[in-house]
């Protein structure tokens, strides 16, 4: 099956600096790469997603970028806010298998 | 907007209990999910159904069972709940493999 691995498990920024979280996949059919934000005490939810036909996807502060011959695909963040303070999540999935994901990214930025 | 929930948002048993954790949404999703997220580990999948009746033993299923008699609804039970069953549960649902929709989490505690 599919295996999700994403580092750093940790990262801590100064407020402006960027944020780059990277995850790579096993299975080369994977196909669709989605981010989820988890702020403390509330309930991921999805900040980007990407989709194995694109190379690179941008929304204001956030992008995404894939690359698919390495197998990795990364999420990153300019500008950094203390809003941005949060877990992150990487997935991967393909077709109708069930999503596998990332173990989880803690990012604390200080003001 | 889609809307999951979650029918406690804490919960506290005991040893041997028999616990029911319930979830519903309102957006015709035909996959619904049960994840477990413990510090460093990430989203662990419990059970996954795709249709009325019909489930799939995720990563972890061992002290665990789920119903699903409804499309909107989908149970989590804990037949005899034991303490390394302490822990966030989250569900979420989706249509195809996409982007997932949680609901906002129950954290049990069981004593």
């Known amino acids: 099956g599919e295996n999700v691995e994403q580092h750093p498990s940790t990262l801590s920024v100064q407020e402006g600096d960027s944020a780059v979280i990277k995850c790579t996949y096993s299975d080369s059919a994977s196909n669709y790469f989605p981010w989820y934000k988890q702020e403390l005490g509330k309930r991921p939810q999805l900040i980007i997603d990407?989709?194995?036909?694109?190379g690179e996807k941008k929304d204001q502060r956030i992008a995404v970028t894939l690359n698919k011959t390495a197998k990795h695909f990364s999420l990153h963040i300019t500008e950094t806010q203390p809003e941005d303070s949060a877990v992150y999540f990487c997935?991967?999935?393909?077709?109708?298998?069930?999503?596998?994901f990332g173990r989880g990214t803690s990012l604390i930025v200080h003001p | 907007d889609v809307k999951v929930t979650q029918s406690s948002r804490y919960l506290v048993k005991r040893t041997g209990e028999k616990v029911f954790l319930e979830c519903v949404q309102d957006?015709?999703?035909?996959?619904m999910f049960w994840y477990r997220q413990d510090p460093g580990l990430g989203l662990r999948l419990i059970y996954f159904s795709y249709d009325v009746k019909m489930k799939e033993k995720g990563d972890i299923p061992e002290g665990y069972s789920v119903s699903r008699e409804k499309k909107e609804r989908f149970s989590l039970i804990l037949e005899s709940a034991s303490t390394n069953q302490t822990s966030m549960y989250l569900c979420?649902?989706?249509?195809?493999?996409?982007?997932?929709?949680f609901g906002p989490g129950t954290r049990l505690t069981v004593l």
């Open positions: 957006m015709d999703h035909e996959n």
């Open positions: 997935a991967a999935s393909r077709g109708s298998y069930i999503p596998t």
């Open positions: 990407i989709r194995s036909n694109v």
């Open positions: 979420a649902s989706s249509h195809g493999m996409n982007t997932q929709y």
